[in-house]
């Protein structure tokens, strides 16, 4: 009688673990993203969307939107490349502060990045375009890529405002700060 109780003591601790196990190990877990292969540019779907610009400000706010395009789940792990310049001229890229958590993204699932750049030259103004001294880069398109994608190339995107009207990325220094990327909630 004393070993039968014993054997479903253990039994039931055994399942529990397990299923506690279970639970760490969850879908869209940094460990369960481990399990599928990193997200390709060309699997994904890419909108930039720049902001409205608060005013006397020197900097402008833009987001980044990514979708999975595919049904299988893929990771998005670090941030993506940005880059935005003039034909082979000057170049304003993307960086980030710290190291981001890999993303397992879900088949349609959305991340976001938040985008921040100088978009006039202080010493003239804040009505100054790319021409002025300080700004380097004017272009309506900027080209994007998956991170650690070494393979699927780059793509260009166009810049649209909050209305989807195509719009100018002045930039007036070399570097657009990204945010680490996030998923959004459906």
Known sequence: MLRRSLL???TAALALTVIAGLGLVGCGSPRMAAL????TTKGLKWKLTVLHKAPHSTHRDARLSVVNKSARPCVFGGYPLFEVHVGKGPEADGAGRGTPSPIDLRGGGTVTTALRYKDSDS???SGSTASSP???VSNDEAIVAAPHD???GRRPIVARDETGRRTLLDVCEDTIWMSPPAEVAK
């Open 123 to 125: 010493a003239t103004g």
């Open 36 to 39: 599928h292969a990193n997200c």
């Open 134 to 136: 300080g700004c380097i």
């Open 150 to 152: 070494h393979e699927g």
């Open 8 to 10: 479903g003591a253990a």
